[in-house]
């Protein structure tokens, strides 16, 4: 395994951040947005009290948020797409 343990936790905890987004982001489209804002204010917060690693940290779940592929809005639906509401 590389990287050092902390490393390996922060992977670990991010992943399990994004998949709960994911969850989130089903149910509420909206929500991904929402979170990336959060994020940024946080981001911004830990600069600010110079935990830079905490803040990459947060600065890259806020990136991954605007991922398209994990997190699609409806203008990404092909138009003839269905869509099953449950």
């Known amino acids: ?4 343990s902390t490393e390996q936790t922060a992977i670990g905890m991010m992943e399990i951040a994004i998949c709960l987004a994911q969850i989130l982001h089903e149910s509420d489209a909206s ?3 929402r979170m ?5 204010k946080i981001y911004n917060r830990l600069k600010s009290q110079g935990n830079d690693e905490a803040a990459e ?3 890259t779940f806020g990136r991954t ?3 398209r592929e994990l ?3 409806d203008d990404d639906l092909p138009r003839d797409a269905e869509v099953h509401v449950t």
């Not at 395994?1 to 050092?4: D, E, I």
């Open 1 to 4: 395994m590389s990287g050092s």
């Open 31 to 33: 929500a991904a947005r």
């Open 36 to 40: 990336n804002y959060a994020a940024g």
């Open 57 to 59: 940290l947060v600065y």
């Open 65 to 67: 948020l605007l991922d």
């Open 71 to 73: 997190f699609p809005t």
